[in-house]
């Protein structure tokens, strides 16, 4: 028998709101355990919005870390400005929430859901599966654990390492007069704006013309109907779906479109198949991807023997690892490790995706 009922190993959004969802879900604070770096949840996110000065979410009104989605942050802003705005455009699907709404929401919500008394401040190193339960770096073992520790590290392009011009959009930097930006979706789109606003020439180099999507995932994959086709699909195939799906994009924007019109008539943005000689190259090439890249999921499926696909581990529908799930324990991956089950995981309805199928699980073992 487990020791103790849950853990969470990560200590980032994808981690808090599944301990929100347990928490709703009438699991006492002293009944789950969180592994993780940082006290803040949000430390990570918060970092790299900050250096791409990030204004407003890309997701909508239900992009929170409440166990529910509704009511999402707009009723929250109705209440406080007694303005009904943000309902209309929620309806509409066009209220986004802005980054400091957001940050003041998981602050709220850290100081009343018990999150620092679960804490346990550690960088796994191995999670083990012994017996009836998972051991994480000797501690446990815990019946039911979830796994969400993000992405692995940042990419960057390998004919760009040690370039000293280069600096990775998600690292704090501020703009040179000439700036050329790797990349095509969602942060280099708001690079190109925020260097022309610091009064900088843009040269954008691209693989491909940028995809302009309002999320960043059709909406119609994350359809009962459309996670059922993706779900029910061979791999290779399932593969080929994420690679199209996830390719870089951002949103249809009117104010962006025009900003960068009269830039590129004033001679100050362009695009190019390459870098070439500006003063600052901005790597707005998003994040290393796969299980190899990070050390825990390495080690899980080696230790394991766990199936795999491309660069993803094999999951159940339910975000579960098949190998390693039965009647009394659960092994459950969050975030963007979880794509294989939710192509959306890396995002705050990904997180909640994971979250509710993790706590029916866990219901479904106590009851029993
Ligand atoms: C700039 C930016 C803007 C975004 N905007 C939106 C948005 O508007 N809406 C939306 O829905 N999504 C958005 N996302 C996507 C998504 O919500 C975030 O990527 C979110 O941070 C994912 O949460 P996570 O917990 O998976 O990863 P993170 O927040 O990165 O947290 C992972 C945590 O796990 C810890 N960890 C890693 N390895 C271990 C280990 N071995 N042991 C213990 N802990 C470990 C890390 O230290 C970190 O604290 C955005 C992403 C970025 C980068």
């Known amino acids: 028998m487990a020791d103790q009922p849950v853990a969470v190993v990560g200590s980032g959004l994808a981690a808090f709101c599944a301990y929100v969802t347990l928490r709703h879900g ?12 940082t006290a803040d949840p949000a430390h990570a996110w918060r970092r790299r919005a900050d250096a791409i000065s990030q204004r407003a ?13 509704f009511p999402g942050l707009a009723i ?6 007694s303005s009904l705005g943000p309902l209309v455009q929620t309806v509409l699907d066009r209220y986004h929430p802005t980054v400091e709404e957001f940050l003041d929401h998981v602050s709220a919500l850290r100081a009343r859901c018990g999150w620092d008394e679960s804490l346990r401040p550690a960088r796994v190193e191995r999670v083990r599966a012994v017996g009836e339960g998972f051991e994480i770096d000797g501690q446990g073992p815990f019946a039911h654990v979830l796994v969400a520790p993000g992405h692995p590290g940042l990419a960057r392009p390998a004919e760009l390492a040690g370039d000293p011009r280069a600096v990775h959009a998600y690292e704090p930097h501020g703009y040179a007069s000439s700036v050329t930006v790797v990349g095509a979706g969602l942060a280099a ?16 180099v691209r693989r491909r013309e940028p995809v302009r999507r309002p999320l960043n995932v059709p909406r119609s994959l994350l359809s009962r109907r459309g996670l059922g086709r993706f779900h029910a699909a061979p791999a290779a195939e399932r593969l080929a779906t994420l ?37 600052q190259i901005i790597c707005a090439t998003g994040f290393a991807r796969g299980y190899r890249a990070d ?38 991956l969050a975030g963007v490790p979880a794509q294989w089950a939710y192509p959306a995981a890396d995002t705050l309805a990904g997180a909640k995706y994971s979250a509710r199928r993790f706590l029916r699980r866990v219901r479904a073992c106590r009851t029993r």
């Open 243 to 279: 690679e199209r799906v996830l390719a870089p994009s951002f949103p249809p924007s009117r104010h962006v479109d025009r900003v960068l019109a009269d830039a590129a008539r004033a001679g100050r943005f362009a695009t190019a198949p390459s870098v070439n000689g500006s003063a």
């Open 57 to 69: 979410m890309r997701s909508e009104s239900d992009g929170h870390c409440f166990a529910s989605s």
């Open 189 to 204: 789109a708001t690079e190109w704006l925020n260097a022309l606003a610091a009064g900088a020439t843009v040269v954008s």
């Open 26 to 37: 009438g699991l006492e604070p002293g009944e789950v355990a969180v592994f993780g770096p």
């Open 76 to 81: 929250r802003t109705i209440n406080r400005r």
């Open 295 to 332: 050390p825990l999921l390495s080690r899980l499926v080696d230790d394991h023997g766990l199936e795999t696909a491309g660069h993803l581990i094999v999951l159940d529908p339910d975000s579960t690892v098949p190998a390693l799930t039965g009647r009394g324990r659960t092994l459950a």
